[in-house]
């Protein structure tokens, strides 16, 4: 066996620990993972908690599993990665105080009032999003609900920044995990002193910024034991989970980027911190010293395909396993017209992240005397076209905040689990006008992670390929999808409405959300669309 080194990933994302070797020729030696879920806190509706005991005994299990599977072949380096927002306390002794996910919603009282006060607006303009999930509101609600915890609290880190502490008791962040707290002066890619300030908390507790790819510390005896990494190994700071898929597949300004996965995320590169005037699109760092990111999210864009499949589809997993089935639904809905036949399905709204209203799922429009028209493909074909308008929406904001910069290829790149369909991916090209380049590679972020570590030790993993297609607009559909993307716009807004009016549940409404606005097509697409 071969005993060229690897370097390792850990991604902490939101459904699962994982952990990819990768060889310095870019192809992955050995991969394991374990899934966790974020436990509901009682009393606080909304609330979810990080275990961190449990799920660094799983972190550390995937990692132990890869390390086995190497058979004592060399992990020159580790990086880190995670999902973003969610943050840990810790105290003077370095151990875990309090700690939530990105999924946490307690501190919708204490956004509010961030709101109320006039604070939301600064912390968007020097930090580049809302308080609806990032940690300013949350830090005020420590502080209103456990004092005992930020009186005691000595370090404060975002998720991949605990990993690597777990790894080598050192405490740092960098600027892709830590400008999505809503603490960061963007332009400075740094923390700000006057964001802490204003939340109410000490700065000295902030740790040091490190870029992507710098050498944070070492693995410690004790993580050594707990992981069956050697003591020693160097630990190299990753980041957040998005900006490192783009860094895996080489993402460039000037051709946007989906990544399409539970949630998707539509985003451009820039050379500056783009700060949206409207507070639509939020702006986070990228991997590169001296880059940014802005970005739409779509939410559940992926996990809405997975219910179909499980409730509407079960013969076809059962005939074709899970992953087979999603063949099945996007062969039927090819078989139907673009716009599917006047069905609109109302899933994921436009981001407006002051104001980010989204409807209660529905499907509107379907006439129950026509089974042949509005049969099972036409409603998997209207879940896909959904998604793709509210792409169409974050790609026309994003040519208005860049100046046309993030459309200036006339191209669009598709990644993460979504791209994989025959279909989704030619639904996005008629949607936008773009052609679309798609890039299947799994666990791009991790291989992100890895690529990082790599530099580290002076070595060069190049972007991941592999599955990669172009798909041009077609003419006819294009036409066609400019009439259904202005009625989802039309349906949309009714139903939100009707959602609020009528007290169901919704989609998801923000805390700390302003009255809703309803998506609209920009002054660039009203020109682009009447010529």
Same mark, same amino acid.
């Given at each position: 066996?071969?005993?060229?080194?690897?370097?390792?990933?850990?991604?902490?994302?939101?459904?699962?620990?994982?952990?990819?070797?990768?060889?310095?020729?870019?192809?992955?030696?050995?991969?394991?993972?374990? $899934?966790?879920?974020?436990?509901?806190?009682?009393?606080?509706?909304?609330?979810?908690?990080?275990?961190?005991?449990?799920?660094? !005994?799983?972190?550390?299990?995937?990692?132990?599993?890869?390390?086995?599977?190497?058979?004592?072949?060399?992990?020159?380096?580790?990086?880190?990665?995670?999902?973003?927002?969610?943050?840990?306390?810790?105290?003077?002794?370095?151990?875990?105080?309090?700690?939530?996910?990105?999924?946490?919603?307690?501190?919708?009282?204490?956004?509010?009032?961030?709101?109320?006060?006039? !604070?939301?607006?600064?912390?968007?303009?020097?930090?580049?999003?809302?308080?609806?999930?990032?940690?300013?509101?949350?830090?005020?609600?420590?502080?209103? $609900?456990?004092?005992?915890?930020?009186?005691?609290?000595?370090?404060?880190?975002?998720?991949?920044?605990?990993?690597?502490? %777990?790894?080598?008791?050192?405490?740092?962040?960098?600027?892709?995990?830590?400008?999505?707290?809503?603490?960061?002066?963007?332009?400075?890619?740094?923390?700000?002193?006057?964001?802490?300030?204003?939340?109410?908390?000490?700065? +000295?507790?902030?740790?040091?910024?490190?870029?992507?790819? $710098?050498?944070?510390?070492r693995v410690t005896p004790d993580a050594a034991d707990a992981t069956g990494l050697p003591a020693g190994t160097p630990v190299v700071i990753g980041g957040a989970d998005t900006q490192l898929a783009l860094h895996?597949?080489?993402?460039?300004?000037?051709?946007?980027?989906?990544?399409?996965?539970?949630?998707?995320?539509?985003?451009?590169?820039?050379?500056?911190?783009?700060?949206?005037?409207?507070?639509?699109?939020?702006?986070?760092?990228?991997?590169? &010293?001296?880059?940014?990111?802005?970005?739409?999210?779509?939410?559940?864009?992926?996990?809405?395909?997975?219910?179909?499949?499980?409730?509407?589809?079960?013969?076809?997993?059962?005939?074709?396993?899970?992953?087979?089935?999603?063949?099945?639904?996007?062969?039927?809905?090819?078989?139907?017209?673009?716009?599917?036949?006047?069905?609109?399905?109302?899933?994921?709204?436009?981001?407006?992240?002051?104001?980010?209203?989204?409807?209660?799922?529905?499907?509107?429009?379907?006439?129950?005397?026509?089974?042949?028209?509005?049969? %099972?493909?036409?409603?998997?074909?209207?879940?896909?076209?959904?998604?793709?308008?509210?792409?169409?929406?974050?790609?026309?904001?994003?040519?208005?905040?860049?100046?046309?910069?993030?459309?200036?290829?006339?191209?669009?790149?598709?990644?993460?689990?979504?791209?994989? +369909?025959?279909?989704?991916?030619?639904?996005?090209?008629?949607?936008?006008? %773009?052609?679309?380049?798609?890039?299947?590679?799994?666990?791009?972020?991790?291989?992100?992670?890895?690529?990082?570590?790599?530099?580290?030790?002076?070595?060069?993993? &190049?972007?991941?390929?592999?599955?990669?297609? %172009?798909?041009?607009?077609?003419?006819?559909?294009?036409? !066609?999808?400019?009439?259904?993307?202005?009625?989802?716009?039309?349906?949309?807004?009714?139903?939100?409405?009707?959602?609020?009016?009528?007290?169901?549940?919704?989609?998801?409404?923000?805390? +700390?959300?302003?009255?809703?606005?309803?998506?609209?097509?920009?002054?660039?697409?009203?020109?682009?669309?009447?010529?």
């Amino acid at each position: 066996m071969t005993r060229d080194p690897v370097v390792l990933a850990i991604d902490a994302g939101t459904g699962s620990a994982r952990a990819l070797a990768v060889a310095l020729d870019g192809s992955v030696v050995a991969r394991a993972g374990r $899934e966790w879920s974020h436990r509901a806190v009682a009393g606080h509706p909304g609330g979810t908690a990080f275990d961190t005991a449990a799920n660094w !005994a799983l972190v550390a299990e995937a990692v132990r599993e890869v390390v086995t599977a190497l058979d004592g072949r060399p992990v020159a380096a580790v990086a880190a990665s995670s999902m973003r927002e969610g943050f840990v306390l810790y105290d003077g002794r370095g151990r875990e105080l309090w700690a939530c996910p990105n999924t946490d919603g307690r501190a919708r009282g204490q956004a509010q009032r961030l709101v109320d006060e006039g !604070a939301a607006d600064r912390i968007f303009a020097l930090g580049g999003d809302w308080v609806s999930i990032t940690a300013p509101a949350r830090l005020r609600w420590i502080a209103e $609900e456990a004092p005992e915890v930020l009186a005691e609290a000595r370090h404060f880190g975002m998720l991949s920044d605990w990993v690597v502490t %777990r790894l080598t008791g050192e405490f740092t962040t960098d600027p892709t995990c830590g400008s999505s707290s809503a603490l960061f002066d963007l332009s400075a890619r740094s923390w700000s002193a006057e964001l802490a300030g204003l939340v109410g908390i000490d700065p +000295g507790i902030l740790p040091p910024v490190l870029e992507g790819g $710098e050498i944070a510390g070492r693995v410690t005896p004790d993580a050594a034991d707990a992981t069956g990494l050697p003591a020693g190994t160097p630990v190299v700071i990753g980041g957040a989970d998005t900006q490192l898929a783009l860094h895996g597949i080489g993402a460039v300004p000037g051709a946007p980027v989906v990544v399409g996965g539970t949630f998707w995320q539509t985003t451009a590169l820039v050379d500056r911190p783009v700060i949206d005037p409207e507070r639509r699109l939020r702006t986070l760092c990228h991997v590169e &010293p001296g880059s940014w990111m802005v970005e739409g999210i779509s939410f559940l864009s992926g996990l809405a395909m997975r219910w179909l499949r499980d409730v509407f589809f079960v013969d076809a997993v059962a005939a074709r396993g899970p992953s087979g089935a999603f063949d099945v639904m996007e062969e039927l809905a090819a078989a139907v017209p673009p716009g599917s036949n006047g069905l609109v399905a109302v899933l994921a709204n436009a981001m407006q992240a002051d104001a980010w209203h989204h409807a209660a799922p529905a499907f509107v429009g379907f006439d129950i005397n026509d089974p042949e028209r509005f049969g %099972r493909g036409t409603f998997v074909r209207s879940v896909e076209e959904a998604a793709a308008w509210v792409v169409r929406a974050h790609l026309a904001i994003l040519d208005e905040l860049t100046a046309g910069a993030a459309g200036r290829s006339g191209e669009l790149v598709f990644g993460g689990g979504s791209s994989g +369909g025959r279909l989704w991916p030619q639904l996005i090209a008629d949607a936008t006008g %773009r052609t679309v380049v798609t890039s299947t590679v799994a666990e791009a972020t991790s291989y992100g992670a890895a690529r990082l570590a790599a530099a580290a030790i002076g070595a060069e993993l &190049p972007p991941a390929g592999g599955g990669e297609r %172009r798909l041009a607009p077609e003419a006819s559909a294009v036409a !066609a999808s400019d009439e259904a993307y202005r009625r989802w716009l039309a349906v949309y807004d009714a139903q939100v409405r009707a959602t609020g009016a009528a007290g169901i549940d919704p989609l998801f409404t923000p805390p +700390g959300g302003l009255h809703y606005r309803p998506a609209r097509p920009t002054d660039r697409e009203k020109k682009d669309t009447n010529g």
